[in-house]
C-alpha cells in the first residue's frame, strides 16, 4: 500500500501562484510516475501533469508554461508550482501515484491522495 498525503493549495487571484506538495509513503518502487490530476464540479478527472522517477515530465496543453512539476526522489515528494493561474483552473487536485513503467494517464490505477482545493477568482 502507498499513501498519499498532499498539502497547498487554497484560494488566489487570477494570475496568482499556488503551489502544491504530496509525500508519498509505503510501497513506492524505484520506478514509478507520480502526477497531479485535477476535477472541476461536473467535469471529468484530467491529468493536470506527470513526472517519472528519471525527471521526464508531461503537462496538459492548457498548463504548458505555467505550471512546473518536480520530485524529490529521496523524500518521495512531488511538487506543483502554479504561475499564472485563471479561473479555469479551480478544480480539486490529486495526486496519484504508479509503480512500474507505464503510466496510465487516463484511468483511476495506482494510489490517489485525497484531493485538495485550488480557487481562483477573476
Known amino acids: 500500500q502507498v499513501r498519499l498525503v498532499e498539502s497547498g493549495g487554497g484560494l488566489a487571484q487570477a494570475g496568482g501562484s499556488l503551489s502544491l506538495s504530496c509525500a508519498a509513503s509505503?510501497?513506492?518502487?524505484?520506478?514509478?510516475?507520480m502526477a497531479w490530476h485535477r476535477q472541476a464540479p461536473e467535469k471529468q478527472r484530467e491529468l493536470v501533469a506527470s513526472?517519472?522517477?528519471?525527471?521526464?515530465?508531461n503537462y496538459a496543453d492548457s498548463v504548458k508554461g505555467r505550471f512546473t512539476i518536480t520530485r524529490d526522489n529521496v523524500k518521495n515528494t512531488v511538487y506543483l508550482q502554479m504561475n499564472s493561474l485563471k479561473p479555469d483552473d479551480t478544480a480539486v487536485y490529486y495526486c496519484?501515484?504508479?509503480?512500474?513503467?507505464?503510466?496510465?494517464?487516463?484511468?483511476?490505477?495506482?494510489?490517489w491522495g485525497q484531493g485538495t482545493q485550488v480557487t481562483v477568482s477573476s
Open positions: 513526472i517519472t522517477n528519471f525527471g521526464s515530465t
Open positions: 496519484n501515484l504508479q509503480n512500474g513503467r507505464t503510466y496510465y494517464a487516463n484511468s483511476r490505477a495506482g494510489y
Open positions: 509505503g510501497s513506492i518502487f524505484s520506478i514509478n510516475t
